[in-house]
């Protein structure tokens, strides 16, 4: 029995902050006091809260130790651990109360609202160690299925629950595996998709890092609805410690039996390898990333034959992403009433979102569906920072669109993004206020989709970078009003023409800036100003003069002399000389020197 | 696009064993079917880039066209035809980072480095490349070093950084 249990968050985010030195620097110091058996120092996946990361928490008292440094760990050591005193400084303000005493985690307003379901062991359990998945009823799913469920039960079960995919679409799992159980043919793969590449999106990450069994489980029960005895798990390159805890995870799983021949003696077998991705969004579609596993360029496949039919080497597949994989094995231990209980009519459940950008509690969080956006940005994330407005919030990544304020109390599903111009898409929310110009957030996601169109078909191909061109002349105060219209027809064109995916949601972010923030764009093309400031060709720097002092601070940190002016008088900025760099914003300590 | 660098190719014997041998277990692990992109990944693990003869070695021991493995290297990101830098640069312009300011952070190492993204510095000790969404969007804007990774850059802390590695 441990006294203590000491939980260091191994997440990405934690972990680019130095976790795992400081869970060194913890078991080490254990171990020289010699109490190593009585207080228990495990890593964990994330707990959701990277804006505060890298974080600890101390049980029994609960203690969430947030921005820990490894200078840290002594005091922690000493003065919690072996004298039995909380160190107050290194709390997060939110677990403190009032009369100092420490709060539960889930009652802070990060915590509260959420309903933590593909999430659950995330930050629970130690992702490495199979036993600590099994002691929160890991495998069990699978072994209820396969000694007490038929294929079809298993299929009717999830087809009940209302599960759809997390992947960004939100096709009816159930009705994928139905259509793949129903193809002929004797060889049937199962496989997941890991290819996160919506940017600022992590949670399907933080699922494989924090729980890589729940994935696992997951596959075979799919494999065992569907008749298939091989998966994969496709995953990017780039995710290095969550493809080293899935490749633990499957060796265990082996080991214990609960993958390859013959699991729990049922006569089903079911084995899972991982291939990497190498960097290509387009591979995250489902008929490009087959064509990627095969080992070619992954470039996506007309459909139908759909993969239910004829999908990888040729053979009827079946592909769900990681989140949708993850609620599965409760789906079936719970019952499909219990996962329909929670969201809207038609999303049902609950979903991932990773918040970012101007937020305060960047992270990662899950809510029922149907949480309103307000109820994400201001109660969990806390609004914005340095009391700036809110002014978008943007979902669905590069297929997504911008979600303007006066929407900001739509109830979050499938159905109403859609409604609004946006999409689910992985679950990627970024907030931004007043500093961001939302021509030059269209402009961002189209140079992405440039980049990232495979280059199959030309009007994704070419319709993007044309399109990307003509929102470089809006920046740069070229662009005409017959322009936007131009732009706005292209959009529709591009989408009607594409193949997959990547071609006819490309457009989306430009639609929707167009739409709920065509003033801003108009004011480019008429006014050639930008009104957020960022566009660099149409911003002026100016030196008010009532508040310079003539300090000459401005002057000397120019990088092109562009900026005169006597010591103790008024400086000017010549335009013609200013590279619009801002040091001089920035430098000057009187606040006179704005963006005209 | 790169910036060509001509780099004389002068991989070793052991070098090319190694690689040999990675391309045979890897035929047993895949059972022969989708190899090639696990197979440019090792070559790149190996060799740190993929130069032609590279290249060639990998078509000869799977038994397709040179052209079909340069199609596969050309398509994905992760695989480079040219040297990286000693040091690794990369700065993520997910979108997270975007909004927080990471283009600035970039733009500030271009000028500091006289190199373009995908480019190398001429003494080969950086190579700056922008990333795709690295997921620590807690951290934004985010820069990596080779394997370390820096938070809440700002462009004036890019002398700084870079000074370490000076």
């Known amino acids: 029995m441990f006294r203590s249990h000491i939980l260091v968050c191994g997440g990405t985010g934690c972990t680019s902050g130095n976790s795992i030195k400081i869970y060194e620097a913890l078991v080490h110091r254990i171990y020289k006091e010699g109490l190593e058996k009585e207080v228990h120092v495990t890593q964990t996946g994330c707990f959701g809260l990277c804006a505060y990361g890298p974080i600890m928490i101390v049980y029994p008292e609960g203690a969430f130790y947030s921005q820990v440094k490894v200078e840290d760990v002594d005091e922690i050591v000493d003065e919690h651990i072996i004298k039995g005193r909380i160190v107050t400084r290194l709390l997060y303000k939110e677990t403190v109360a009032d009369d100092g005493s420490i709060k539960a985690l889930n009652e802070t307003n990060f915590y509260k609202k959420q309903c933590r379901v593909a999430l659950r062991n995330c930050g629970v359990i130690n992702p490495e160690k199979i036993e600590e998945y099994i002691a929160y009823d890991g495998y069990e799913a699978l072994g209820k299925v396969l000694t007490e469920m038929t294929p079809q039960d298993v299929i009717d079960v999830i087809l009940k629950s209302g599960l759809r995919g997390r992947g960004g679409a939100g096709f009816p799992t159930g009705r994928k595996w139905q259509f793949a159980k129903n193809s002929p043919g004797k060889k049937k793969y199962v496989c997941c998709n890991a290819d996160e590449g919506d940017p600022g999106a992590f949670m399907d990450r933080s699922i494989l890092e924090g729980d890589p069994h729940a994935v696992i489980e997951a596959m075979a029960i799919a494999a065992y609805a569907i008749g298939s005895d091989q998966g994969y798990i496709y995953v990017r390159a780039e995710y290095p410690i969550a493809v080293q805890r899935l490749t633990i995870a499957i060796r265990q799983a082996r080991e214990y039996g609960l993958l390859g021949k013959n699991i729990f003696g049922t006569g089903f077998n079911f084995d899972l390898d991982i291939r990497l991705g190498a960097g290509a969004f387009v591979c995250g579609e489902e008929t490009a990333l087959m064509t990627s596993i095969e080992g070619n360029r992954g470039e996506p496949r007309p459909r139908p034959p759909f993969p239910a039919v004829k999908g990888l080497f040729g053979k009827p597949t079946i592909l769900n992403n990681v989140e949708t994989y993850a609620n599965i094995p409760q789906i079936i231990l719970k019952g499909a009433d219990w996962f329909a209980s929670m969201g809207t009519e038609k999303s049902r459940g609950t979903k991932v979102f990773a918040l970012g950008g101007k937020i305060h509690n960047t992270g990662l969080v899950e809510i029922p569906m149907g949480t309103t956006m307000r109820e994400i940005i201001y109660d969990i994330g806390g609004g914005c920072p340095n009391g700036k407005k809110f002014k978008a919030a943007q979902t669905g990544g590069p297929s997504g669109g911008c979600i303007p304020a006066h929407l900001i109390d739509t109830p979050i599903d499938y159905d109403n993004l859609l409604a609004i111009g946006s999409m689910m898409g992985s679950g990627g929310l970024i907030v931004m206020d007043e500093d961001n110009c939302m021509v030059d957030i269209a402009k961002f996601f189209l140079e992405f989709t440039v980049d990232e169109s495979c280059g199959k078909c030309t009007a994704c191909r070419i319709g993007t970078k044309r399109l990307y061109e003509m929102l470089c002349k809006v920046t740069d105060g070229t662009a005409t009003m017959e322009d936007l219209d131009k732009m706005e027809e292209l959009c529709y064109y591009i989408k009607e023409n594409s193949l997959c995916g990547l071609g006819q949601t490309a457009p989306n972010p430009v639609l929707s800036t167009l739409h709920y923030f065509r003033d801003e764009y108009e004011a480019h093309v008429r006014d050639k100003r930008c009104p957020a400031g960022v566009c660099k060709k149409l911003l002026r720097y100016e030196i008010v003069a009532d508040k310079c002092k003539g300090c000459t601070l401005c002057a000397r940190n120019c990088p092109v002399g562009a900026i005169t002016g006597n010591v103790k008088e008024p400086h000017v900025i010549d335009p013609e000389k200013c590279i619009k760099c801002g040091v001089c914003m920035e430098k000057c300590r009187f606040g006179a020197v704005i963006k005209a | ?166």
């Open chain 2, 1 to 166: 696009m790169a910036k060509k660098i001509d780099v004389p190719f002068n991989g070793t014997k052991e070098q090319e064993e190694k690689l040999r041998a990675a391309l045979k277990q890897l035929r047993v692990e895949h059972g022969g079917q989708g190899l090639m992109i696990a197979a440019l990944q090792k070559a790149q693990d190996i060799y740190g880039y993929l130069p032609a003869p590279v290249q060639q070695m990998i078509a000869d021991e799977l038994g397709v066209s040179l052209a079909e493995v340069y199609g596969v290297a050309t398509f994905y990101a992760q695989f480079s035809l040219y040297p990286k830098g000693q040091y690794k640069i990369g700065v993520c312009l997910g979108t997270a980072c975007y909004v927080k300011g990471s283009g600035d952070v970039y733009k500030k190492l271009c000028e500091t480095l006289h190199i373009e993204g995908g480019q190398c510095t001429d003494d080969q000790k950086f190579s700056l490349d922008a990333t795709r969404c690295i997921g620590c969007c807690g951290l934004a804007p985010v820069m990596t070093v080779n394997d370390d990774v820096y938070g809440k850059v700002t462009p004036e802390e890019i002398d700084g950084i870079l000074a370490k590695y000076n």
